[in-house]
């Protein structure tokens, strides 16, 4: 596979990939305002959103053997226009394009050609499933869901608390571990259609923000899992191919809301402007702070296939830079707004209420502070 370095230079943003964010913003602008407050205060889930960012090209511009270019910063691009307006549905665009990432950088030919092309254009949505692997990973938490060969496949049992962007007709990547007669251990990463025999959708608790994001306890008795539907056995070479498109995508959800909370400090100047002055966060300094974030995000991106262990360790502090930039400027938006950011139908309040959801969305902000301190111990 071409180099995407070498590739981004030689042929540069494509006219498809600029007309499809130009498309995405439009399409955001016109019709989220109007959901936004359904989708926090209701809990709605915005299918028909999605299903129609899709056609837009909101999910195949970062998709290797799809796209013309891998380009995972017009997917962030994308992202963030929407997240400008609403993480929920943000969240739910990474998840797809997670799930569409999954697919395109494996070696499975058929799934791309079926499921994968579906996902692509938002014919299909799903979810990631990986937020219990990524912490087992890092010896936080162990892994949920087990795997026993069986003639053509697996049998794979288990709970999965938190997978999003999920219904009965969707998929989601799973992650499930595999003992041998002999006793070792690995593990299998595969995609699986919620409609599965032996799987089960149950409703979670209601949450501070991102209720409408199609959140479910995800349930495995016995589903088998076919090899038509593996990605990697074992994941583990795949994991280093994947993992940092994976991380590097979720920053569009932190400009976005950033973006936002930005435009909420300046319009207060007229009314506020005064007394804000005195506070430490300013939105000229966020906004520099946060385009040198970007461009070092945006850098980072254009090589998504790199093993290198510096430009892992420089994914991470990216990711962690955007979460905590995000967190610092709904809490700036916050106090610039005042007591008429604290009504409940304030913007000020929901988008603080979003960016603490960036930080605590896996890896969190303590599991990638974790990640790269295991790194200057290897």
Same mark, same amino acid.
């Not at 990474?94 to 799934?111: G, K, M, R, T, V």
């Not at 010896?139 to 999965?160: N, S, T």
């Given at each position: ?11 540069? @943003? ?6 499809? #964010? ?5 399409? %955001? ?12 205060? *209701?809990? =709605? &889930? ?55 990432? &999954? ?45 026993? *060969?069986?003639?053509?496949? =697996? ?13 009965? %007709? ?28 032996? +799987?089960? #959708? ?16 995800? $349930?495995?008795? /016995? ?14 070479? =795949? ?9 590097? #995508?979720?920053?569009?959800? %932190? ?9 909420? !400090?300046?319009?207060?100047? @007229? ?13 000229? *300094?966020?906004?520099? $702070? ?13 090589? @998504? ?8 360790? %420089? ?26 950011? &604290? ?8 988008? +603080? ?14 599991? #990638?502070?974790? !990640?790269?301190? /295991? +790194?200057?111990?290897?």
């Amino acid at each position: 596979m071409m180099n995407a370095r070498t590739q981004l230079a030689n042929e540069g @943003p494509t006219r498809a990939g600029i007309g499809a #964010l130009e498309s995405v913003r439009a399409f %955001a602008d016109r019709e989220l305002p109007k959901l936004v407050r359904k989708i926090d205060g *209701e809990g =709605y &889930y915005p299918e028909g959103v999605l299903r129609e960012l899709g056609q837009l090209g909101a999910y195949s511009q970062h998709l290797p053997g799809y796209s013309t270019i891998i380009d995972l910063n017009a997917a962030v691009d994308a992202m963030s226009a929407v997240a400008e307006h609403c993480v929920s549905s943000a969240f739910c665009m990474w998840c797809q394009d997670a799930l569409a990432w &999954y697919i395109f950088a494996s070696d499975n030919e058929e799934l791309k050609r079926d499921v994968g092309f579906r996902i692509a254009q938002g014919d299909v949505l799903g979810g990631t499933g990986l937020s219990n692997p990524m912490k087992a990973f890092c010896d936080i938490e162990p892994m949920r869901l087990k795997g026993a *060969e069986a003639p053509g496949g =697996y049998i794979v049992k288990g709970v999965l608390p938190y997978v999003s962007n999920l219904g009965t %007709a969707h998929y989601f990547g799973a992650v499930f571990e595999v003992t041998s007669p002999g006793g070792a251990t690995r593990n299998v990463m595969a995609i699986v259609p919620c409609a599965a025999p032996g +799987l089960s #959708l149950v409703e979670t608790a209601k949450f501070a923000a991102l209720d409408g994001t199609g959140t479910f306890v995800v $349930q495995m008795r /016995d589903v088998f899992v076919p090899r038509a539907w593996i990605l990697a056995d074992p994941i583990d070479d =795949y994991l280093k191919k994947i993992r940092a498109g994976f991380i590097l #995508l979720q920053s569009g959800m %932190a400009f976005g809301l950033a973006r936002d909370c930005i435009r909420l !400090m300046e319009q207060t100047r @007229p009314a506020l402007g005064h007394v804000n002055k005195f506070l430490d966060e300013q939105p000229e *300094e966020l906004a520099e $702070q946060l385009d040198h974030i970007q461009s070092q995000a945006a850098a980072l991106a254009a090589t @998504p296939f790199e093993e290198d262990l510096e430009y892992w360790r %420089a994914v991470l502090r990216a990711r962690l830079s955007a979460g905590e930039a995000s967190m610092k400027a709904a809490h700036g938006a916050m106090l610039h707004c005042g007591a008429r950011g &604290y009504v409940a139908s304030a913007a000020a309040q929901r988008r +603080l209420r979003e960016a603490y959801f960036v930080a605590i969305v896996t890896p969190a902000t303590k599991q #990638l502070r974790k !990640m790269i301190a /295991d +790194l200057a111990t290897d």
